[in-house]
Every structure is written in structure tokens, then in C-alpha cells.
């Protein structure tokens, strides 16, 4: 078990997801910042279930709690606890879950890492569980603004399947995206969006795609190479979030298949600073940050709760049928949104802290 | 700086391309291991410059000298410090680039970063400081065989630009891919791949391209939840190679077209083991190794030295023009391949021993 | 702030004295260990005020709830959240105290650090913080007793000022040194010390004095040199307790007195082992257990708070006199024996899992 | 194995003492630095043998190269690595050892934890190990003479068995210390102290004694409670240096015979600044530094290598008699200075670099 991230500004997330609650601890952060619970709640209800009509029913309040680390609405440089407690858990859903693996869950893994498992919901591997990354990123985007104002850190559904919508990573903003129930940037392709998913959610199936993230106004210098390099540290990160399969920044994989000459991206001096004419580095270069908007993606795989019949074994090592059933979303894209912002924000604010080592 | 890479068996490696040496060293390696400085050596030359016709003529021998942790062949518990010294530096084929930055290169951010730089050569950045990373994880490997006889860990070219190679990862051999000095597992799409590259190079132009790995017979049970999943590891290793773009595992972002009921994996009973009928959650699930091959691929740029102008800015702030001269390798991708099984073998390797802590 | 401890047993604490609440995080912990709440509320019980008439009066419940990482008395390899509640805070009874500095506290430096403070009761300098060290410990003795079933820690009073013990490290028990208020296993002393204690107090004085500690049953083979020798690690977790000055292994500073003759430990083979006939190593050499018990001591200083008026400054940077009121200790001592078996048995704990990592 | 100490300013520390070289590996120092190899090799001739007649004659020249990290004589805020090479190895004046394991060293531990060890010489627990971190201190010398100029460190022998020097710690100067043999503070007492560690030497035997070491002019802030507190760190440092048997600050064990009345630092305003009138807390309080002379010492047990038979056991598991032979200090304490000053500078580095991410 490895539930803790950052170097200077380092979380550590706990709880189960039908157990007795979810939180987090951010030690290392610095003292003097405000931040009040008020916003933090405020963000926990972008990442909560019930939301709209295309994310799960499961209804929790998910109201936080913060325990320690705070005084009259300032940081005291002491560790911040938060805690959300389960309300809304029902075990009795999952019954005869705990017997049959669920396919491309981690039911199977936890069995064979742990021999022994929470018995309902998923558990440790429940996307319950990044409420406390979602949590201690308001904290962070907090340091963030205190450190270096300006940052932003904005992210989108950029595709839903084979439904991509059109974003420019440059110029969307933070309303355009909230307008949406899919959370895109891109209002025809949301409606096209919404279809699909509630299509196949009548189908008891579920889709997946890409969320796109852009950090904007970060300067140049951040990021440790060799191996903290600011796109590894953002690939983990990202990587760490539950249905994940793939990361890639700047030009990608699509930039494979060009040549040097048209991939490289030119200096030019505007307006006094170095900047690079395109931007196909994606914000990076050798492992620090140049100055341009950070963009990357991120791939989810359509969500495994699926409520058609599925082939797999139980515990006890024998060929069976699982049909699903409990509240499921068809599609985490949504919901995944906030995830990612958060996790940029915890990478951004762990690097912003840790160049100030530097002289 | 951060050049320490791994929680249990943790490398650290040091050297500018220019300086003095290159090296690694490794602690928390555990005892009474065999290994020999002849299959460091040989190692290194895999990955070396100078192998044939399509890389980079510099020609550095390379030689590892092993300076602590042995014992007549045997790991005595204790850090071992790997030392390459270089001895081709020629610090006069890069004058005139200390002042313009490279585009797409390092140059400018760790300016931005360190407000000094290594003078010549890509100092830090360059790849030859994965030269320690290689030789490291010939120790890895010796190691990754005493706890868990049979794992292997096998890259390859799978496309250069847009140039696909034909490689089913669960049957392609080392022999197949060291057969072409591309180093993919299609001798085919090899002869037009050397084609291209040698085309491109002649223009003075480069060119990036995916390199996919396998690691088989990897137990059930690796990988750290939340954060230190396996594939997060795996991502994190491989955005720390220079000129990488992109991480994806499994289905990766294909995968986020296929419908949920198409994507998940069935498990089935087989001879006795709990297996999955297809593959593509990529030998992860929830984080942890389910004891199927573990796939991913991992996206390289075009090399960013070409041998025609290009706009750049000087590091006094000054617009000007960077004709690109030296040695330089117009694909990386042969060499990256033996890069990217090395990182693949550190990630394994620390796994495997932080898995030991538990009961 | 690093709130951080151990490297594979790692715990995280929070909490300041007149917050929310004072709890832990353990990450690392292994699976399938039995833990109840009920074992680490007693545990908590003995280092709470209000146990006798030589301690604070201040009375908190002080009942932990666990969050996570334990199904049916049972761990689940994740990470395990525990809270104690603050119900007994009396903020008023500290104001004034939040202008002056109080002497040989914490207030000047946590100012001087952060550049704010919790306003009451120590914050999170309180001796309070240790609840959460306490109840990790709890769970860390089960951890060792899986792994490695007979080690025993035991920590009594060893001195009060001049007033000392006479205990043989070897064959002292549990409950004697329970058996009266001061926990020391010297029935007569302790007489004497209660005595001291009454007067001191009865003077609104304080008085230190010296903890030992024996970890008997260690197999041979713990600690990692060369930085984290297992009398290196002990040495950091004691004097991380609030209030002490000093830590002492085995012959300790009275061992500087003596020639190398005297002093080094002659081996023999006992019942088919290596053993020490005499034990001035206390139970480590070079860094690593060698099988004897492990025997050291620790310094703590005369209790900061007084109730006599002392000369001071305030916050405002202007000299002025503080008369100290509120609840106090007059002595640590009886308190500090649990705090200490606690951070032994975490440092116990880590190290075991640790050489886990070694083949 | 753990071989690294720090955690901004990183050390890794490699080398068996009769293998090819002894070296370190310094991650995360910062760039533009000023550092000569000369005057790193200085301070390492501080501590290397043969340099008086009351040290070990083996006579190592220890010529230091650094392969990295530095151009032109300042850092690069890349990793520094250094190395010496082992020439004065004698393997043969330690054969026999091997087999008989010598009492109160590291021989047995070394082989109950790692089943195997170098053959001779001590191996990496010989005090030769420390060359690295002597050498990696004056890096951070470098680094807290750029961070917070005026902060001194100066260690000397405090006493030798019952000769106790009378040293000043606020007033002893660096010229004091280096004017005798056994770098204490006091001539006379200096003399007494050669004359007895040329008796115990011609007897073959060996002595022990307390180093003391003050840090001045540190500013209030430094440490990170509450696991690293500033103390904490120190006696961890202290506390890995072979030979230690224990450490104190400020009042230490003697302190706690003292009552709080008259232990107490009380505060007062001078020259605008908040100073104690006392120093009883040695400048740390809560684990934070408070603008006072940091004065702690550390116990070193008489050297374990003595020339008189001994009882012991063979790694064969049978009792034998040990006739030591060889080179050998018979009273460690000069050469321990620089090491205690190095680990101090260490730490008091590492902690200001740290206090940098406290906004």
C-alpha cells in the first residue's frame, strides 16, 4: 500500500469506500494560506455522484469535515486532516459480489496482493476514494495562488468513444465547460455526448474516452529531471487515477509520426520572454516546464460495472456468471474531470514548493 | 535534481555527457546475487552509440568499472556504485550552441531552472545519462530472477512514424528483435524502417515512433495502491526516458472507443490459475498485476537535433538562427529500446521486493 | 513540518491540542493482522492525563474511532485511520498565554517558523500529538507479533532528578513497573519519587528524569547501516518526543569512562548460538541487532511549565512576566513510558518489515 | 542497506573499505554554488589516517576526484559525485579475521543480516565509509555559507575516559581545536589526554570520550516537527557515525536532575532580538532551532579493535581466541571531530533548504 503522493507538499488518502469514511492528510504544506471548508465542500460536489441524470444515483452527501491543521481560515503550516464520512453505503447492493470476481475490477488483485479484501463496493479501489485527492487540491490550488497567481488549471471531456469534440485548450474556459452535463468545452459535441451515454446506459453498458487538461501560466523551471521530471511526475499522477490506461503530453503518440523538422518548436522573443512559436512539447522540455500551456490527456476505459451477464471465477477458484446490478456510472468521463484537475494541482503545487530548494 | 528513482531497490543516478563520468549507484540491492561486470558491459553495448549504420557515429567504448557492493561476483548487501567515464567528449563540436538554445531541447529550461548549465553536449539532459539507468538494471534483472525465476522483459520497435511493425507480444523473441538493427520483431517493416531512416537522415531531418514492451510471467500481486500502481510506476519510468511523449497500457487510448461490454475481460479457470480470456487491461487491474502479460507502449518524439536552420533565441534574449551540426542519431528508437526494458526491469524489480513486506 | 515516520511501516500524525482532533494515518501496514479498538483505546489509556494523583488533572476521554484499513478486528493492507476527538479543550484557561512566550516552549520557535500558531494549549507542539504515535504502536505490536512472535518492549522510569531506580533490564515485568504511579520497577524509588513529585508540584516546580527501555527476543539481523543503523533510528524517534534532551544505547556516555578491554563484548557460543557475555553494545553492533536485548535511555527535561512567574517576551517583542496557570505535569515521567514503548515498537516494526527486502 | 541521509540536500554514501574506492553522491544540491576539489580534499586529509602519532599509521593519500555536478568550479544543481580511491588496501594483514568474528565490531551483525560480507577491513561498517560524507559536507558547507552566511560549525574532544577538557562553547575558535593532536578546546587537558592514549595504545588497548559541537548564529525556524525536529535529526546523524553510543543537547542527561525553575531559558529582548538569558535548551525548543548556540555531544565508545586477546566465536560456530593484529586507532576521537562536524553540516544544510518551501 502506497497511498501517499508529493515530496514537499504530500498527501496521504485513506478509507475504504464502505466503510466508516474517506479522508486525507496534507503534510508539508505551507502556513499562512487560507482556505475555507466552504470550498472545499464546493469542489467535492463537483467529483460527487448524483449530479446529473447521466452520472450514478448514489447519493452521498459527502460533507467534509477538517480536523486539524486550520485557524480561523488560515493554514497553521501543520498537517491538515479531512474526513468524509460514508452515509450512503449499502452492502447489502453488492451481496453475492464478494463470490465473483468482477471482471476488470480489482477484485482479483486485492485477493491475490492481500488475501483479503473489503467485502463490498470496491473498497480501497473505489473512485470513493479520490475524494481525498479532490480535497487536498483546493489546498493546493490555495499554495498554488499564494506562490505563483495566475496558474490555472482547466480540464475537459475531449472525447466520449469515437465522439471527439472541439476544444482549444488556448482559449476554453472554465464556464463553457460547467455548462454541460458531460463537462466538455465543446456544446454540440455535449449533446451528441449525452445521447450516446444514456443510450448505452439503457443498454447496461458503458463508454469511455479522453479527458484533456491544460495548466496555463506556469513559469518556466518546474520539474526534477532525471526522474521527477514534470510530465513523469504528471504521467504517475494521472496514471494513479482509478480506469486509466494512457497518458500522453504535447504532440503524443499523433507527434510519432512526424518528422523532427516539423515537430520541433521554434524560439522566438515575444514581448521580452522566450517563448516557442508552437507548442508541440505540451509545456515540457528535457523535464522542466518552458513557460507555454501545459496540455495533456488522459485515457479512462469504459467503466467495468457493466449490468449484462459476464464470464469470470470466483474466490474459490470456479467458473461462474456475474450479472451486475447496484448503482453504476456508464460513463466516469464526468466525474473523472475534477480528478484530473485535482491531481495537476497536487503535481504543480509539490513542484512550485520544491524549486524554492533551488537558490 | 532528482535522480533517485525506486522505493526498495533505489538507483541514483549521476553525470553530465561532458564531464567527467557517468554512473549509477545502487542501495537497497539484496545480498548473495550473482553478477559480473562482463554482463554490465554487455548491456551497455546494446544501447551504446556507434552500433551500425542507422545511430549516431560517436563512439564511446563505454567501459563500467563496478566500484563497491561486489564480492567475487557476488552482491554483498551494500550500494553499488557503477562508474562509465567518458572519453569521446569533444566539446568543440557544440561551441556557437552554448549561446543559441536548441529548440526542443533542454537548453533553455535548465537555464530557466538552475540559471547555469553544463556547457556542452546536452550536459544532464543528454541520454547518455540513461547509461546508468541501463546498467542498473543489469542488477535488477539478476536480482528480479533470484526472487521470481522467469519473468522477462522484452521491447521493440513497433512503428516509426508511419511505419507499423507486425509483433504479437506474446510470442515475439529477443533473437527476432536483435536480428535488425532496428530493433522490432518484423523483419519486414525492419528493411523499410532502416529505408526511412536513412532517408530522413540524409535530409538532415529525424524521425520519433512507439516502442512496445512486454514483461511476462509477472506474479499476481505487484503494485502499490493508490499511488504507486503498477502502471503509474510504469508510466512514471518510462516519461522519465528523454524524448518521450506518451504512456499507454493495454488498450490505452484505443481502448477508450470499445464499449464497456467489449472491454472488460473475462476471467476464466485455466489450468487451475485464474486467467483472463482476453487482455486488455494489459496485465493490470485496480493497480496490481493480475498475472497476465503486462503490455504497454511508450511514445518517442522525433529527435530534436536535425541538421537544418532553425529559429531559435540566444540565452541573451536575442532571435537568431541554430544551424545544427555534431553527431547526432536521426531516430532514437533502436537504442531506446534496451532503454525502456531497463526501466521496465527497475520498476519490476522494486516491486517485487516492496511485495516481500507484505505478511 | 514532517509529521512522517518509518520508511515500510509509516505513520503520518495530525492534530493540534484544541482542534477538531488528534489522529494517525499508518500506510504500509501488511494485511490480515488482528487489531481491535478496544486494545488501542486501553493503550491510549495509560498515556492519558487524569490517571493518578501525580499527573494532569486535565480528564479526556480520549476514545479513538478507526476510519479504515480494518475489517471484522481484522487489517486490510490498506491504510489505517485512527481519531481521537478533543472534547475536554478549555481554550480560555490559556488566554494571555497566547501574547507571552512561555519559556523552554514551543511558542517563540513555531512563530519563528511559520509565522502563526495555534492559539492555545501548545498546538501542535502539545504533548497531546503523541496520542496518534500510541495508537499506530498498537497496531505496530500486532504487526511484530505476526512476523516475529516473542519480541517484548518494556520502558519504565529509570530515574526522577537524583532519585534512582534500581531495575535489571533483564528480568523486569510489566507488572511491577505498573503496579504504582510513577512506572518504575523499583517499588522503594518509587516511593521516594511520588514523594518528589507531590513536593514539586505542591511548589508549582517541575522535575525530569530518565526513561529506560528494554526490546528483548530481537533476532539478530535489524537495522540498516549506514545511515539507518537500528541505534540511529531509536535515537531519532526518542528524541522526536516532546521534552527530551538525551538518548543513551547500551554503555552509553558512562562506557566513554572505560578502555576497550572492559568495554568490548566477548562472544561465545550459548545453547548453539552467537551470544554477547556481557551486553555494553546494548544489543546493537554496527548498526544492526546482534540478539541481546536492546537496551537504552532516555533523557527528558523538568517539565516547561511551572506556575512560579517567570521573566519573558511576548509576540509584540517586548520583555514582560508570565505566571503560568492551567493543568499541568509536574512530571512527565509516568506518561512518557508508554510514548517511549510506542516509538520503539514503531521503529521495531519498520525495520522488521524492512529486512523483509533482504533475501 | 540504507545508505542516504537528507532530504533536500541528499547524500548517498558507497564503498567497502577494502574495495576499489569509497565515494558519495550528493542529489538536490543547488546550482551556482562555489566548491574547489581542493578544498575538499583538505578537509578530508582533516580526517584520514597517519596524520599525528596518536592515529593509525595506515597512511591513505584519499585523493578525492569529483566526476559531476560541478564546471568551473561552481555546481551545476545536478548530482555530485565523488570519489576516492582505496591504495593502501592490505587484505593480507586481516586474513585470519575472517573466520574469527572480533568482538564489540560489526563482523557477526554484518553476516546475521546479509549471509554474506567483505572479506576484510571491516567492509562498509569500516570507519572509511565517513570519506563521503566528509567530502559531501563541505559541498553543504558551501551551500549554508550562500543560504545564511555566519552559521559556523566546530566540533572538538570534549573528553578522554575521566579527562575532561574545560571548552567554552561560545568562545572556542576552529585554530584552538587544531592546535593540538586530539583537537580539543584546552591545551593543558590536551596534553594529559595524549599522554593517556599513548599508554593504553602501547598496552594495546584502547580508549573512548564525548565530542562536543556547537552551531552558531543559526537563525530561529530551522527543524520540522514533529518527527523532524531538529534534534531529532541531529542524534540520527550523530548516532550513525560508527562508535557512538550516545547524544545530548543543550542540558542533556545532566538536565534532568535540574528542576524546571531552574531549567527554564527565560526570554528577554536584547538588541531587538528575542534571546534566552540561558541556554539550557541548547537552541532548539519544539524541535526548532531558536536563534541560540545548537550545542549537543555525542558519546564514542573505546575502539573495538584492540591488540590483546579476546574471547569470541568463529563464523563457524565455535568458540576461539582472537589476537588482534593490524593498524588500528586506539582512541578515535580526534578524527571523529571533522565526522561530527560533516553530519552537522548535513543536517543544518538539509534544514535550511527545507525551511525554503515554508512560504
Known amino acids: 500500500m502506497s497511498s501517499s503522493f508529493g515530496r514537499v507538499f504530500r498527501v496521504t488518502t485513506f478509507g475504504e469506500s464502505h466503510g466508516a ?65 460514508n452515509t450512503d453505503a449499502r452492502p447489502s447492493a ?17 485477493d491475490a496482493k492481500y488475501g483479503i479484501r473489503a467485502p463490498s463496493g470496491g473498497g480501497r479501489a473505489s473512485a470513493r476514494e479520490t475524494i481525498g485527492r479532490v480535497a487536498a487540491a483546493v489546498v493546493a490550488r490555495r499554495v498554488i495562488e499564494a506562490i505563483q497567481p495566475g496558474i490555472g488549471i482547466l480540464a475537459w471531456v475531449r472525447s466520449i468513444q469515437d ?26 459535441a455535449a449533446a451528441v455526448m449525452v445521447d450516446r ?15 484533456e487538461c491544460v495548466i496555463r501560466h506556469v513559469p518556466a523551471g518546474l ?10 511526475d504528471l504521467a504517475k499522477a494521472m496514471m ?28 522566438r522573443m515575444i514581448d521580452g520572454k522566450v517563448r516557442t512559436v508552437s507548442n508541440r512539447s505540451g509545456g515540457v522540455q528535457g523535464g522542466i516546464s518552458n513557460g507555454e ?33 447496484g448503482r453504476h456510472d456508464a460513463c466516469v468521463l464526468p466525474r473523472a474531470v475534477p480528478i484530473v484537475e485535482a491531481m495537476a494541482a497536487l503535481v504543480i503545487c509539490d513542484h512550485l514548493l520544491r524549486q524554492r530548494t533551488i537558490l
Open 21 to 85: 469514511g474517506i479522508g486525507v492528510v496534507i503534510d508539508g504544506c505551507p502556513p499562512r494560506v487560507p482556505v475555507s471548508v466552504e470550498e472545499v465542500q464546493r469542489e467535492l460536489d463537483r467529483r460527487r455522484p448524483g449530479q446529473s441524470d447521466i452520472v450514478t444515483t448514489r447519493n452521498e452527501a459527502d460533507a467534509v469535515e477538517i480536523l486539524s491543521g486550520l485557524h480561523e481560515g488560515v493554514t497553521l503550516g501543520t498537517p491538515i486532516a479531512m474526513v468524509v464520512r
Open 94 to 110: 453488492y451481496e453475492g459480489m464478494a463470490q465473483a470476481y468482477r471482471p476488470s475490477h480489482a477484485d482479483f488483485t486485492y
Open 163 to 188: 465522439i471527439a469534440a472541439s476544444v482549444d485548450p488556448s482559449t476554453v474556459r472554465a464556464e463553457d465547460i460547467e455548462s454541460n452535463p458531460v463537462r466538455t468545452g465543446d456544446a454540440a
Open 197 to 211: 451515454i444514456k443510450q448505452v446506459r439503457s443498454e447496461g453498458n458503458s463508454v469511455g474516452g479522453v479527458v
Open 223 to 232: 520539474g526534477e529531471p532525471v526522474f521527477d521530471k514534470l510530465e513523469a
Open 240 to 267: 494513479s487515477i482509478p480506469a486509466t490506461k494512457g497518458f500522453e503530453i504535447g504532440s503524443g503518440f499523433a507527434g510519432t509520426r512526424m518528422t523532427g523538422r516539423e515537430h520541433n518548436d521554434p524560439f
Open 293 to 325: 500551456d501545459i496540455v495533456f490527456r488522459v485515457a479512462f476505459k469504459p467503466t467495468a460495472t457493466i449490468l449484462t451477464p459476464q464470464q469470470t471465477v470466483t474466490s474459490a477458484g470456479e467458473d461462474a456468471e456475474l450479472a451486475g446490478k
